[in-house]
């Protein structure tokens, strides 16, 4: 079995907004030359995720929007409260929005390709920017 890994680096732009990375990892993905086997990507971010959904950018607001009812940009949170940071500075919900949406997902490598449904793509989801960002790409197989 043999592994390729890389970084791909991004900059987002917004408080909260979801990025697609399908070119990005594809690009990864031909550069490891493994044919068969799994890629595995992995966000090394506490207030940032990764998903495989439609790329539609106003489904995309609805996903932001669903999360924020979850988690309020402006909530109560103690964490907020413990550091005494302004409104800007404050993130517990990133933390919370964090855990309903894990940092990282497996894709299956079929024949040097990610069978992704016709309208799935790999998102990146912002929910403390803006920031340098990146996502760690792991291919395994053969």
């Known amino acids: ?32 030359k493994i044919r068969n086997g ?34 309020p940009l402006e909530g109560n949170y103690r964490h907020n409260a413990k550091y005494g940071w302004s409104i800007r500075e404050q993130n517990a919900h990133a933390h919370i929005m964090s855990c309903l949406i894990k940092p990282g997902i497996s894709i299956p490598l079929e024949d040097g390709g990610m069978p992704l449904g016709t309208w799935q793509s790999i998102l990146f989801i912002e929910m403390d920017g803006s920031r340098s960002r990146r996502i760690h790409v792991q291919v395994m197989g053969e």
């Open 1 to 32: 079995m043999r592994f390729y890994t890389r970084d791909i680096m991004i900059r987002t732009k917004r408080r909260m907004e979801i990025i697609d990375v399908t070119r990005d990892v594809q690009r990864v993905v031909r550069e490891s």
């Open 38 to 71: 799994l890629v595995n990507l992995w966000v090394p971010h506490s207030t940032a995720t990764i998903s495989v959904n439609e790329n539609d950018s106003e489904l995309w607001e609805d996903i932001l929007d669903a999360l924020q009812r979850v988690a």
